[in-house]
């Protein structure tokens, strides 16, 4: 049972340099989120999305682009990227049913921008 | 805004030593969750409170929801090196139930 996953585990950009983020799961779960973790700050959510065609912006959205074209796939796209963006970024997915949703992360994308 | 304060940020132990981190918001939230993180790995759940004063218990670790349901304690009994984590809380934003905002987190080494 794979759950989340994400790729690549590390990344090392240049300022400037775009990428994308890959994450998928195969739970068939509605909502699916990325987050970065910063330390001392916890987990801000970055994007998240509802279901296919579906994305909203999270806390801190600049600097990053997302699309959700199926259920199981959603990846985070970095345009530009700059050292503010060094963190590690996770992608989360659950069912969409309320009123307590349980989250499941992947393993972690480590991103160093020099 | 709803904020999550987790205390204390960092906890080194000794094995078998009892303790007790805390989250504190000043909003009301419908129910609080807490995780578990690794080294090299996304957090992991490992309870939801839901009822005011309500408490949980997953072996030797106690949860517990506060009556005005805005704060949450985590207390581990005689805590063993397997204990050594990020334990980081959660609750829904107002938003919507799978938004959940998250606590800087605590820290917790137990040492053998």
């Known amino acids: 049972n794979a759950g989340v996953t994400q790729t690549p585990k590390f990344q090392v950009l240049k300022t400037g340099q775009s990428m994308t983020l890959q994450c998928a799961q195969d739970?068939?779960?509605?909502?699916m989120s990325w987050y970065r973790q910063d330390p001392g700050m916890g987990l801000r959510l970055i994007h998240y999305?509802?279901?296919?065609?579906?994305?909203d912006q999270g806390e801190v959205p600049n600097g990053y682009n997302v699309s959700r074209s199926t259920t199981e796939d959603f990846p985070l796209r970095l345009l530009s990227a700059a050292p503010s963006q060094t963190s590690v970024y996770f992608c989360?997915?659950?069912?969409?049913?309320?009123?307590?949703?349980?989250?499941?992360f992947g393993q972690g994308t480590r991103l160093t921008v020099v | 805004t709803q904020l999550l304060e987790q205390s204390p940020q960092f906890l080194s132990i000794q094995e078998g030593e009892n303790l007790t981190v805390y989250c504190n918001s000043s909003?009301?939230?419908?129910?609080l969750q807490w995780y578990r993180q690794e080294p090299g790995e996304g957090p992991v759940l490992l309870v939801t409170?839901?009822?005011?004063?309500e408490v949980k218990k997953l072996k030797r670790l106690t949860f517990q929801f506060g009556d005005a349901r805005k704060d949450s304690s985590l207390h581990i009994t005689a805590a063993q090196p397997g204990d050594t984590g990020l334990y980081l809380c959660?609750?829904?934003?107002?938003?919507?139930?799978?938004?959940?905002?998250f606590g800087a987190g605590t820290r917790l080494a137990v040492h053998p």
């Open positions: 989360a997915s659950s069912k969409l049913t309320g009123p307590v949703a349980e989250a499941f």
């Open positions: 739970m068939n779960h509605e909502y």
């Open positions: 999305s509802v279901g296919a065609g579906i994305t």
């Open positions: 909003s009301v939230f419908s129910s």
């Open positions: 409170v839901v009822t005011g004063g």
């Open positions: 959660a609750g829904p934003d107002s938003g919507g139930y799978n938004k959940l905002i």
